[in-house]
């Protein structure tokens, strides 16, 4: 009979964050990306609309948080072996090509803008900010409890922290709109946003292709994997080593192992006291090694640079 291996994927930040105050965070979220649009079209500001368009990115974010968390707690199973978790980062992913989607339309609007400038009501501008920052404020704080380990939800943090700043940002141009009828302030307001939100995408996407494809985590150097497989008495070499990440937090490791000496039964031993220190020293919780001696291991198709020797 088959068995499914793997482990129940949770993100690390969970204990912290309960699913009701996630959703909590999505309601106001929405009420408010409605109220800033409204506000925004009443006013006549490109700056509020923009803001709004983020906060709608930030509700949309923390929905897929909840729902990626609850994916991720799913036990593995027979179709996937390794569990749920990595659908944490598929979330990851979305959010951050929301953000860069929405950052560049910004951009297209605020320059149409230039070419029409519109009037714009400077204290509906004012208010609707002011209330968004509250709001940003209370869900960042919210969700700040549960960014420090999950990519996932550090995304959807960083959504809000961005979106409190452009708050801020359109209020400073619905004052100057109302002291000195600088309605371009709007605007320059609205290429900022778009620019933060940019860099924000940027920053986070290549992290998370790379999770995606099963790349070396970022915290694991390849080099001292190797070096420290092939210090421990009685291996002679290592070929075909495999490091990838099981969602986020969870690690993984296949290698082929050439023993110098002692039998296959010593292996065992062997074997043991390796994966508890890969566990220790590298996080590495899920690890398959393979052995033979030298003379019966076939390594000739092994790629130069799977072996430190």
Known sequence: MAHA????????????????QLVFAVA??????????????????????????????????????????RMGRRPADKLMTFGY??????????????????????????VNRFAEPQPVEGWTV?????????????????????A?????MKAAFLHNVSDALASVGVIVAGVLILLYDLTIADLVITLIIAGYVIWQGVTLLPRTVRLLMGAVPDELEFDRIVAFLESQQGI?????????????HHRALETHIVLSSGSLDDFETLKMSVKEQLAQRFEIA??????????????DLVPPHHSSR
Do not use: P
Request: proline fraction near 0%.
């Open 5 to 20: 291996h793997g482990h129940a994927g949770h993100s690390h930040g969970e204990e912290n964050l309960s699913d009701r």
């Open 28 to 69: 106001i979220n929405v009420l408010l990306t409605l109220a800033q649009i409204i506000g925004g079209i009443v006013s006549g500001s490109l700056a509020l609309i923009a803001d709004a368009l983020h906060n709608f990115s930030d509700a949309a974010s923390l929905g897929l948080a909840w729902f990626a968390r």
């Open 85 to 110: 978790a990595q659908g944490e980062v598929v979330a990851a992913l979305i959010n951050l090509t929301t953000l860069l989607i929405i950052g560049f339309y910004l951009i297209v609007e605020a």
């Open 126 to 146: 004012i208010w609707v900010a002011g209330i968004a920052l509250i709001i940003d404020l209370v869900t960042a704080f919210i969700v700040y409890r549960g």
């Open 148 to 152: 420090h380990d999950s990519i996932n």
């Open 236 to 248: 002679e070499s290592v070929h075909h080593v495999h490091i990838w990440n099981l969602g986020e």
């Open 286 to 299: 899920h690890a398959t090694l393979e052995a033979c001696k030298a003379h019966d291991c076939n390594t």
